[in-house]
């Protein structure tokens, strides 16, 4: 199989883009070169961030358990975090899981879990915050 980070075949994809007309003929099946062309670019835009793909159904099915792992094993490194959480009721514990697994970028997703282990370590409920004093 064909590979981008194979010299030879990186050389050889290059080539056939730089000989690229309106006027060539297809040879990735029924696409003309701007439909071609436009294809190519969605992994390069997928991979810069640029575009998100739709996730499939086992990602859709299987995603909240692996991102509820990923709180768990941080609850885990906390005890006095993971001590509030056990003690939480059903309501408090998914507010929590909600708001960490419900973003899609990782860096949110860890700054998110920093500012909930905090807040679970002084005993406060997700929205503490807005709590009547």
């Given at each position: 199989m064909k590979s981008l980070?194979?010299?030879k075949d990186n050389k050889e994809y290059i080539d056939r883009i730089n000989n690229l007309n309106p006027q060539s003929k297809a040879q990735w099946d029924k696409?003309?070169?701007?439909q071609m062309l436009a294809h190519t670019q969605v992994p390069f835009n997928v991979a810069t961030g640029e575009a998100r793909l739709?996730?499939?159904l086992l990602g859709i099915l299987f995603g909240k358990m692996a991102k509820?792992?990923?709180?768990?094993?941080?609850?885990g490194k906390n005890k006095k975090a993971q001590k509030t959480f056990d003690n939480f009721s059903y309501t408090n514990k998914k507010e929590y899981?909600?708001?960490?697994?419900?973003?899609?970028n990782e860096s949110t997703r860890e700054k998110r879990m920093d500012s909930a282990l905090e807040w679970m370590s002084g005993g406060k409920i997700r929205h503490w915050k807005y709590l009547k004093k």
């Open positions: 980070f194979n010299p696409m003309n070169a701007a739709k996730r499939g509820k792992k990923y709180l768990t094993e941080a609850l899981v909600d708001w960490i697994t419900e973003t899609k």
